[in-house]
């Protein structure tokens, strides 16, 4: 699994364009006392639709695996490479199709637009057919290899593998058929562990984690672009259909490369809004091109501060505290968790908008769901937002394995 697919909290301690101090190491950072948050914490709206507010138990094995939804179930992958598929009415489990592997986690890929769930546990990779919930293909990998990231796009699905130990060479990208997983193409790639794949427009995006981003044809494999000499890419941010490069969270240094966009058809950089000042540790891109971009400091992450740049117009929007936790988009605003040392309002899954931000009012003001078991940050949360105008979201719960749906603050 990725890093906790990148999301902090927010009393919506606002800072309108400063970034404030750095936390000591080791230190338990506190919301600075200048910034101001939402007066009213407003909570999960009604909604309508066959989506419904439900809670159920999930296992040790899927706790420890991936979750994704469609507009119509929830899919977990556990880390024994079992796909299982639940209800989106009431969360119980409506199909499963066996495992047989065994990893620390797993990668799930949810393509709704092929119907098509893929598990990547270890050496094996398992597709379901998520109109029927029966197995619809599986693929093995040679023994000391094992699946690393998962992408799919018009039928193709993309499942990166490498050594295990991986040692910095020998990943190798493979294209296979959606419905059938027939093997369409494989080529060596340079990757760095945690770099994810994209794919969209036709190509295939791959990132070595230092200097280069390579574009391959979709239908070939064959390289069409690689990023210039001198661009750094310690660590590419995908989303919609944008690229950007930032500085590694992994590094121990001070100081980081330029943030930069890159262009997807020739990988040339595009004017970005800004460098980064702390150190940039994960972000999430939204399809009209709006990066939230978590920066923290060099020694200690724990807490650093949510910043929003329009990639299409080159500017800041805006940014709020926050601490570590997990992040997306979805229905036009910016999806997370509370800030962890804010006692009056942790615990909870709060809502800003896009491009309102923080200080946002009416229709686009920051909402706040109210406090569940689940989102606790002991928990460690991760969010699963249903493709489609669904209205809700599903957090899944790690410490005690449980899943909640619930109205979209």
Same mark, same amino acid.
């Given at each position: 699994?990725?890093?906790?697919?990148?999301?902090?909290?927010?009393?919506?301690?606002?800072?309108?364009?400063?970034?404030?101090?750095?936390?000591?190491?080791?230190?338990?950072?506190?919301?600075?006392?200048?910034?101001?948050?939402?007066?009213?914490?407003?909570?999960?709206?009604?909604?309508?639709?066959?989506?419904?507010?439900?809670?159920?138990?999930?296992?040790?094995?899927?706790?420890?695996?991936?979750?994704?939804?469609?507009?119509?179930?929830?899919?977990?992958?556990?880390?024994?490479?079992?796909?299982?598929?639940?209800?989106?009415?009431?969360?119980?489990?409506?199909?499963?199709?066996?495992?047989?592997?065994?990893?620390?986690?797993?990668?799930?890929?949810?393509?709704?637009?092929?119907?098509?769930?893929?598990?990547?546990?270890?050496?094996?990779?398992?597709?379901?057919?998520?109109?029927?919930?029966?197995?619809?293909?599986?693929?093995?990998? =040679?023994?000391?290899?094992?699946?690393?990231?998962?992408?799919?796009?018009?039928?193709?699905?993309?499942?990166?593998?490498?050594?295990?130990?991986?040692?910095?060479?020998?990943?190798?990208?493979?294209?296979?058929?959606?419905?059938?997983?027939?093997?369409?193409?494989?080529?060596?790639?340079?990757?760095?562990?945690?770099?994810?794949?994209?794919?969209?427009?036709?190509?295939?995006?791959?990132?070595?984690?230092?200097?280069?981003?390579?574009?391959?044809?979709?239908?070939?494999?064959?390289?069409?672009?690689?990023?210039?000499?001198?661009?750094?890419?310690?660590?590419?941010?995908?989303?919609?259909?944008?690229?950007?490069?930032?500085?590694?969270?992994?590094?121990?240094?001070?100081?980081? =490369?330029?943030?930069?966009?890159?262009?997807?058809?020739?990988?040339?950089?595009?004017?970005?809004?800004?460098?980064?000042?702390?150190?940039?540790?994960?972000?999430?891109?939204?399809?009209?091109?709006?990066?939230?971009?978590?920066?923290?400091?060099?020694?200690?992450?724990?807490?650093?501060?949510?910043?929003?740049?329009?990639?299409?117009?080159?500017?800041?929007?805006?940014?709020?505290?926050?601490?570590?936790?997990?992040?997306?988009?979805?229905?036009?605003?910016?999806?997370?968790?509370?800030?962890?040392?804010?006692?009056?309002?942790?615990?909870?899954?709060?809502?800003?908008?896009?491009?309102?931000?923080?200080?946002?009012?009416?229709?686009?003001?920051?909402?706040?769901?109210?406090?569940?078991?689940?989102?606790?940050?002991?928990?460690?949360?991760?969010?699963?937002?249903?493709?489609?105008?669904?209205?809700?979201?599903?957090?899944?719960?790690?410490?005690?394995?449980?899943?909640?749906?619930?109205?979209?603050?």
């Amino acid at each position: 699994m990725i890093r906790r697919t990148a999301v902090l909290g927010a009393a919506l301690l606002v800072l309108a364009g400063c970034s404030g101090s750095t936390p000591s190491k080791g230190s338990s950072p506190s919301p600075r006392s200048g910034d101001s948050g939402p007066t009213v914490a407003t909570r999960s709206m009604a909604v309508s639709g066959p989506w419904r507010a439900w809670t159920a138990s999930v296992t040790r094995p899927e706790a420890h695996g991936s979750c994704g939804a469609t507009a119509h179930q929830v899919v977990c992958a556990t880390n024994s490479g079992e796909l299982v598929g639940r209800s989106r009415a009431d969360g119980r489990v409506t199909w499963t199709v066996p495992g047989g592997a065994h990893a620390k986690s797993a990668e799930l890929l949810v393509d709704a637009a092929d119907a098509r769930a893929v598990a990547g546990v270890a050496g094996a990779l398992r597709a379901a057919d998520l109109r029927t919930g029966k197995q619809a293909w599986t693929r093995r990998l =040679p023994t000391g290899r094992v699946y690393v990231a998962l992408g799919a796009a018009d039928g193709i699905v993309y499942a990166l593998h490498a050594p295990d130990p991986f040692i910095r060479t020998g990943a190798v990208l493979d294209a296979v058929r959606a419905s059938d997983g027939a093997p369409l193409w494989h080529r060596t790639v340079g990757w760095s562990p945690g770099e994810p794949l994209a794919a969209f427009g036709g190509r295939v995006y791959t990132a070595d984690g230092a200097r280069r981003v390579t574009a391959r044809d979709a239908r070939t494999g064959d390289t069409v672009a690689t990023s210039p000499t001198g661009v750094e890419c310690q660590h590419l941010v995908t989303g919609g259909h944008y690229l950007v490069c930032t500085g590694s969270p992994f590094s121990a240094g001070d100081t980081f =490369p330029p943030m930069r966009r890159l262009d997807p058809a020739t990988l040339k950089p595009l004017p970005t809004p800004r460098n980064t000042i702390n150190k940039p540790v994960h972000g999430v891109i939204s399809d009209d091109g709006i990066l939230v971009l978590y920066e923290a400091g060099a020694e200690d992450t724990s807490a650093g501060d949510w910043y929003a740049y329009d990639l299409e117009n080159g500017r800041k929007l805006w940014s709020t505290y926050a601490t570590e936790a997990d992040a997306t988009v979805t229905a036009d605003r910016f999806v997370t968790f509370t800030p962890v040392n804010d006692p009056a309002r942790r615990g909870r899954v709060i809502t800003i908008d896009l491009h309102a931000g923080p200080k946002g009012t009416g229709n686009a003001a920051p909402r706040m769901s109210a406090a569940y078991s689940q989102t606790r940050d002991g928990e460690h949360p991760v969010l699963v937002v249903p493709a489609g105008d669904t209205g809700h979201v599903v957090v899944m719960a790690r410490t005690h394995g449980s899943l909640r749906s619930f109205p979209l603050p």
